[in-house]
């Protein structure tokens, strides 16, 4: 069984197997958790994920799709790369937030990663409410962590982000 563990700080500090990005479909770094991956892992990132665009993903990576890259210089062997939804309320699109975590456990899977850093998807610029953030993230990880997949971390920016999703990990 996946053990779900939290931490409030900077995930780009985190010690991980695979370190997941909230990244922007063009997969050429952005604001927020995309820009600090970016800055911090350094170029081998940008590199690897410009012949991701040369090749694959020519129009770039889909929302609630994932893949991976090196970690650069983080202290994690790979960067997973996903597109969260931008949040409105004329559209449910909690399946594709859904899926951005699915879609990453499965390449983390994939890889022969045993722990895996998240960042609270589609929380920040794209205006997810945190607390409903919070549900699907932390019950998607429960229905699909594959067993290979020992922990996964949410790496919460500040005290409101880490409270909220302590509360709903404690709703069981």
Same mark, same amino acid.
């Given at each position: +069984?996946?053990?779900? #563990? !939290?931490?409030?700080?900077?995930?780009?500090?985190?010690?991980?197997?695979?370190?997941?990005?909230?990244?922007?479909?063009?997969? !050429?770094? %952005?604001? %927020?958790?995309? %820009?600090?991956?970016?800055?911090?892992? %350094?170029?081998?990132?940008?590199? /690897? @994920?410009?012949? !991701?665009?040369? =090749?694959?993903?020519?129009?770039? &990576?889909?929302?609630?799709?994932? *893949?991976?890259?090196?970690?650069?210089?983080? $202290?994690?062997?790979?960067?997973?790369?996903?597109v969260g939804p931008v949040f409105t309320h004329?559209?449910?699109? =909690?399946?594709? &937030?859904?899926? @951005?975590?699915?879609?990453? &456990?499965?390449?983390?899977?994939?890889?022969?990663?045993? #722990? *895996?850093?998240?960042?609270?998807? =589609?929380?920040?610029?794209?205006?997810?409410? +945190?607390? $409903?953030?919070?549900?699907?993230?932390?019950?998607?990880?429960?229905?699909?962590?594959?067993?290979? *997949?020992?922990?996964?971390?949410?790496?919460?920016?500040?005290?409101?982000?880490?409270?909220?999703?302590? /509360? *709903? !990990?404690? /709703?069981?």
């Open positions: +069984m996946t053990a779900i #563990t !939290l931490a409030q700080g900077d995930i780009t500090r985190e010690s991980a197997d695979a370190i997941v990005n909230a990244a922007n479909s063009s997969l !050429l770094g %952005g604001g %927020g958790v995309d %820009g600090a991956i970016h800055r911090r892992g %350094g170029p081998a990132i940008l590199a /690897e @994920c410009r012949r !991701l665009r040369a =090749s694959h993903y020519g129009k770039g &990576l889909a929302t609630g799709k994932a *893949v991976a890259t090196t970690a650069g210089k983080l $202290d994690a062997r790979w960067v997973i790369h996903t004329a559209e449910d699109r =909690s399946k594709l &937030l859904a899926s @951005c975590y699915r879609e990453s &456990l499965r390449v983390a899977a994939e890889l022969g990663a045993r #722990t *895996v850093a998240f960042p609270a998807i =589609s929380t920040g610029i794209y205006g997810w409410p +945190m607390d $409903d953030g919070a549900r699907i993230a932390v019950r998607t990880v429960r229905e699909s962590a594959d067993p290979s *997949v020992e922990e996964v971390r949410f790496v919460l920016f500040d005290k409101k982000a880490y409270d909220v999703f302590a /509360e *709903v !990990l404690a /709703e069981g």
